[in-house]
């Protein structure tokens, strides 16, 4: 009988997170200051510890993992790798999908993978309050949840749409411990020029960013500085979730497998990243028993890599960030309300830039309509109510799986299931009573974007030309 859920013991959890910097098809380019148009980190290092600054830096490919990072991460992991047989059955496909399953941490998704390291080297430099932005509430809960264990404040910036959709996020914060505000808010000059423009405004992550940076600098005028922490884009944050990715490996082992197709959804790029950057390495590094190919799965209605443009941007709508490389709807953007609210960020992460510019990874756009629809299939055949982010990638590997069926081919499918949806009942309800809408974002506004990006800028182009390509 074959196994339905693949699992390792504690002393299987990775003792080094992989960094995919040195394996890169070729390096990153640099911040940008937007004071000057030059290479520079500008607020980076007044937000941040050494230590995560160090590790956002790091050339070295493998980083040790804090013993007091790893007993918090046996509350939860190893995470289960399930085999979705009956999905398989569902989808008659000949095709073996299996699922990495991020929901059973403590907040519900993968995101606790990067708080914990992040709370813990704040409270290692004698930081006593952290600060952060969040979509869906994901990032924000488990934030939360990571600052209580190491005795830290946690102050988190809910983008309002979000925050009117899914009030148990907010009580779930506040039972870590931590406060959570709507954004824009009038805790700070970032939200409360937004809020002068549009009082109505539902925010956007890009806002939420701005006022929790602002947070974490005015904080230093009151002699009880806090430091900013994030959830996806960055290398470090990408690097940490590599405990994913790094025990679906042993667990393929196990049952004598391994994947010719990985998915993953991308909001700022951080679960994919950490379920296929491990696979990627057994590539370069030819230890590969197969050619692995890699799927990003992004919304329609917040389409940055499909629709976007690979240049230089703030990563926060305030513009209180360097310059970033990465493709971007523009640091302005509004996203419609959909219900993914961990994918509703403007940029990507660098690292996904490159890979997709390389050609190393490809990305495939989802209405959320088609994937709540995939959504419903998984959830009345595994059994697991995924979260709406999961269900994009749900989506692309349905069709894949489809697509096995139509051609009787047989392959190992694996995606990354980032967390459960147990917060997300409003959308289901909207869903199953038909007034969930197939948003798409429209390329004029992107290029409308990226016009008022270049006025703001007149070098871009050259810097772009230069430092991108």
Same mark, same amino acid.
Request: aromatic share 10%.
């Given at each position: ?294 799927? !990003? ?6 389409? %940055?890599?499909? =629709?976007?443009? &690979? ?5 926060? $709508?305030? #513009? ?122 429209? !390329? ?6 990226? %016009?008022?990006? =270049?006025?703001? &800028? ?5 810097? $772009?030309? #230069?430092?991108?390509?």
């Amino acid at each position: 009988m074959t196994d339905k859920k693949i699992v390792l013991k504690e002393s299987d959890i990775p003792k080094q997170w992989y960094n995919i910097v040195p394996d890169l098809p070729h390096p990153i380019p640099p911040f940008i200051e937007a004071e000057t148009g030059q290479p520079g980190v500008g607020i980076v290092p007044k937000i941040f510890p050494k230590a995560i600054i160090g590790q956002e830096i790091s050339q070295e490919r493998w980083i040790d993992i804090p013993d007091e990072v790893r007993d918090v991460y046996k509350i939860w992991r190893p995470s289960p790798l399930f085999r979705a047989l009956n999905l398989e059955k569902a989808l008659k496909t000949p095709a073996k999908i299996y699922y990495k399953y991020e929901g059973v941490s403590p907040p519900g998704s993968h995101k606790a993978n990067s708080a914990v390291p992040q709370a813990y080297y704040n409270m290692k430099e004698g930081i006593t309050r952290v600060t952060t932005e969040t979509g869906a509430g994901q990032w924000g809960s488990a934030l939360s949840f990571a600052a209580g264990m190491f005795g830290l404040e946690a102050t988190v910036y809910m983008v309002r749409a979000s925050f009117d959709q899914k009030p148990y996020r907010k009580a779930m914060m506040n039972a870590f411990g931590a406060e959570c505000v709507a954004s824009p808010s009038n805790k700070t000059e970032a939200g409360k020029r937004i809020l002068a423009e549009d009082p109505d405004s539902k925010g956007s992550l890009g806002i939420a960013i701005s006022e929790a940076v602002e947070d974490s600098l005015e904080s230093e005028k009151t002699g009880k500085k806090a430091n900013y922490t994030i959830g996806s884009v960055f290398n470090h944050v990408c690097m940490h979730q590599t405990v994913a990715g790094l025990e679906a490996q042993k667990q393929f082992a196990m049952v004598d497998d391994y994947p010719d197709e990985i998915y993953g959804c991308i909001g700022g790029g951080s679960s994919f990243s950490g379920l296929f950057w491990p696979f990627y390495y057994d590539k370069v590094s030819k230890k590969a028993p197969k050619e692995t190919n890699f799927f !990003a799965v992004e919304p329609t209605a917040c389409p %940055k890599v499909t =629709r976007g443009y &690979y240049t230089y941007d703030h990563g926060d $709508t305030a #513009k209180l960030t360097p310059l970033v490389p990465m493709h971007t709807l523009g640091h302005d953007f509004m996203p419609a309300p959909i219900h993914a609210g961990g994918l509703r960020y403007h940029g990507i992460a660098p690292t996904i830039s490159v890979m997709s510019q390389e050609k190393q990874l490809s990305t495939i756009a989802v209405n959320q309509v088609d994937a709540f629809d995939a959504a419903k299939i998984f959830t009345r055949s595994e059994g697991i109510i995924p979260a709406p982010e999961a269900a994009h990638a749900i989506k692309a590997v349905c069709d894949e799986a489809r697509q096995c069926a139509k051609t009787n081919t047989q392959k190992t499918i694996l995606f990354a299931l980032t967390g459960h949806g147990f917060f997300d009942m409003t959308a289901y309800e909207e869903y199953f009573n038909g007034r969930l809408q197939p948003y798409e974002y429209p !390329a004029e506004k992107v290029a409308e974007s990226m %016009k008022k990006l =270049r006025a703001l &800028y007149p070098w871009l182009n050259e810097v $772009t030309t #230069k430092y991108i390509g």
